[in-house]
């Protein structure tokens, strides 16, 4: 046998040694004869680097360095799929199609925790890997992927040209293993399986990525026409059968039953995975229906992505930073490394105030849980305190306002710090989200993100102003990001407000201790602002629902000559100061809440409830949306149930609404 000849022999023995540990789960060669027959190939290949062949196992070691990333254009775009999160959501997706005239099939697989990666084969050789990007134009990661010792460098069979798709990732046994390294050598720790697996593709040295260890799963060929095949069953074990890692946990199911049957088995073997999952991906069968369901601007859409309803997941607390609120109240915010939470990017959480971060203990640069409380507020749930390097740092409130620097205040033995001043900018941007909230003024499309950048450009400082918004109509427009339409429904809504009740005026203008409640008994009491501005302290205290405090608190804001100046500015502007009366009568399970109706009441008609409501100022609409307040839910309710289910919301059964419905005066 001749050099080349047994560097051929060599490189053939490795890659099967390879692909029987990593992909057979089989090892034939100890440890130590593998390392035996890659020493020789390496001093071969030294020497005589005219027969180095590009499948060699020697490839894997990593070494080459590049300075950039170069960029790959995806000839098919990577698209990402839609994400379900419940039952009713994957029945829907298979009515969707049935309703398109197809009888499906599906084949369901994990979904992996992990990055999507593309790998062109060119004669049998690994040639190219690319990263998602934006689905159009990925990175070129070449030098990584050639370490990840799953993808073979060379075909089990003959092939031309392929590419294939799949998800790269790293085990959770590598993680614990690297973090044990980087905790020795002082280094930050990795905090998941996915994080990890996307710094390590990104490393722009070889070696790095070497050392990380990674792996992949490959469930996708974009091109499965040029091979003759027809069903993604068939992609996935031709896959299989050129070497490529294809995860064996897949099925061909029939129906939901089956889908759903899939689900919750991985949901319980979830943990004992050497891996991350999120969820299971269903995918539909026979590829000639797919082609015909095609795809929306950003999915296929003929397969969903179900995700496990998160737990808890962990993140790093990178910085607690302070938030001034309407009314002064000093907020300390967690800001964590991005994390998703069922679906959602969690950036940011409250830790309400100092004790609370102090009775969790809390340190900057803490690794800690994270959970979705309710409907949308994420919130900290513990440090991982087995997790310290030693380097995290003892959180300290602040004793001055971040925003204007005067000393903060406690009031009577409050655990809340308050800024002082009142022209504090920060209280400012939080009076006018406030003032445009849907409880107060209702202006829609003026939420907190417009507001704010109103602000800091100028455009608003104080309350009044947003009635001068119309001045910059042309300023406005060239900004990036709004429209004409919207800034026209926007001033429109701006100009409705002016003719709100009273009530909503003196909830929104932001007086403390005058909720939305309060302010609308003020308001049916006294009809005017002008004569509850007239009325003085000791005749506000003997009010019945009212009290000493909220009377301090009224006669304190319209003593104050700031706060009259906007009260004057406003009435010149034409803002209604009066109590219209709409909503008549008030009940506190009703008045201002958002309600849904699902499935049939037996003891009223869904117009006279809804009538009821409105008397009551309420508001009936269609849809759960994340603003409804209270799902009604009758006989046989529809995927509104599910929505308010998942979302959490308030519900009534006929009982309970009968129940609230009889205490009324109707
Ligand atoms: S199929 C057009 N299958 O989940 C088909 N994706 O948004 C595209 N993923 O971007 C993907 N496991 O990164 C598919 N078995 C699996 C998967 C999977 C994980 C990832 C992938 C994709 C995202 C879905």
């Given at each position: 046998m001749n050099i080349q000849e047994r560097i051929k022999e060599l490189v053939d023995i490795l890659n099967k040694a390879n692909y029987e540990y990593y992909e057979l789960d089989n090892p034939t060669l100890t440890d130590q004869e593998f390392d035996k027959y890659l020493r020789e190939l390496e001093t071969l290949e030294k020497e005589y680097p005219e027969y180095k062949l590009p499948d060699s196992p020697t490839e894997r070691v990593g070494g080459e360095v590049i300075d950039k990333f170069s960029k790959i254009t995806h000839s098919i775009p990577m698209l990402s799929l839609p994400d379900v999160f419940n039952e009713q959501e994957i029945i829907d997706f298979d009515n969707r199609i049935r309703k398109e005239g197809f009888n499906p099939e599906y084949v369901c697989e994990l979904k992996i925790d992990g990055l999507s990666g593309s790998f062109h084969y060119h004669d049998s050789i690994l040639i190219s890997g690319a990263t998602r990007g934006n689905g159009r134009v990925g990175e070129d990661i070449t030098h990584n992927v050639k370490t990840i010792k799953s993808l073979p460098l060379k075909l089990h069979k003959d092939i031309k040209d392929i590419e294939v798709r799949g998800e790269i990732y790293l085990g959770k046994k590598t993680l614990e293993e690297l973090n044990k390294k980087r905790k020795e050598q002082n280094l930050p720790l990795l905090q998941n399986c996915r994080n990890a697996a996307a710094g390590s593709i990104r490393q722009l040295d070889s070696k790095i990525a070497a050392e990380r260890n990674l792996d992949c799963w490959i469930y996708h060929l974009p091109n499965p026409e040029d091979f003759g095949i027809k069903t993604h069953k068939e992609a996935l074990d031709f896959m299989a059968s050129l070497g490529l890692k294809v995860n064996p946990a897949n099925r061909l199911v029939k129906d939901i039953k089956g889908i759903l049957e899939f689900i919750e088995e991985y949901a319980a073997k979830r943990k004992a995975l050497s891996y991350d999952i999120d969820g299971v991906v269903i995918k539909v069968n026979d590829l000639a229906t797919q082609k015909r369901l095609g795809f929306t601007a950003k999915h296929p859409r003929w397969a969903i992505a179900y995700k496990f309803p998160a737990e808890e997941v962990l993140t790093k607390l990178t910085d607690i930073i302070f938030t001034v609120g309407r009314t002064g109240k000093i907020t300390p915010n967690a800001v964590l490394e991005p994390v998703i939470l069922m679906g959602s990017t969690i950036r940011r959480a409250t830790l309400h105030n100092e004790d609370y971060v102090l009775e969790k203990g809390l340190k900057i640069g803490d690794i800690v849980s994270i959970r979705k409380a309710g409907d949308v507020i994420p919130e900290v749930v513990e440090a991982k305190i087995e997790r310290r390097t030693g380097n995290e740092i003892d959180f300290k409130m602040i004793d001055t306002c971040p925003i204007c620097n005067t000393k903060l205040i406690k009031k009577d033995e409050q655990v809340d710090y308050y800024c002082p001043n009142n022209m504090c900018p920060a209280r400012n941007i939080e009076k006018l989200i406030h003032f445009c909230s849907r409880k107060a003024m209702?202006?829609?499309?003026?939420g907190e993100k417009v507001v704010e950048d109103f602000f800091n450009m100028h455009f608003i400082n104080d309350i009044p102003d947003i009635y001068d918004l119309g001045k910059y109509q042309k300023d406005l427009m060239e900004l990036e990001g709004y429209g004409k339409k919207s800034i026209d429904n926007f001033l429109q809504a701006i100009e409705n407000s002016k003719n709100n009740s009273l009530e909503r005026l003196l909830f929104g203008i932001g007086i403390e201790n005058i909720g939305e409640k309060t302010a609308l008994i003020l308001a049916k009491k006294y009809s005017t602002l002008d004569n509850l501005m007239l009325v003085d302290l000791e005749e506000l205290q003997k009010q019945k629902d009212i009290g000493p405090i909220i009377a301090k608190s009224l006669r304190d804001y319209f003593d104050n000559e700031d706060n009259i100046k906007v009260i004057n500015k406003l009435k010149e502007i034409g803002v209604n100061m009066t109590y219209l009366g709409a909503a008549e009568k008030y009940n506190e399970n009703i008045t201002n809440k958002k309600f849904v109706i699902t499935g049939s009441i037996s003891a009223m008609s869904r117009d006279e409830i809804e009538k009821i409501i409105d008397n009551y100022g309420g508001h009936a609409s269609s849809s759960v949306t994340k603003s409804t307040d209270v799902v009604i839910v009758g006989d046989k309710p529809g995927s509104k149930y599910d929505k308010a289910v998942e979302l959490k919301k308030e519900i009534w059964n006929e009982e309970k609404l009968m129940e609230i419905l009889n205490s009324l005066d109707i």
């Open positions: 209702d202006i829609e499309g003026l």
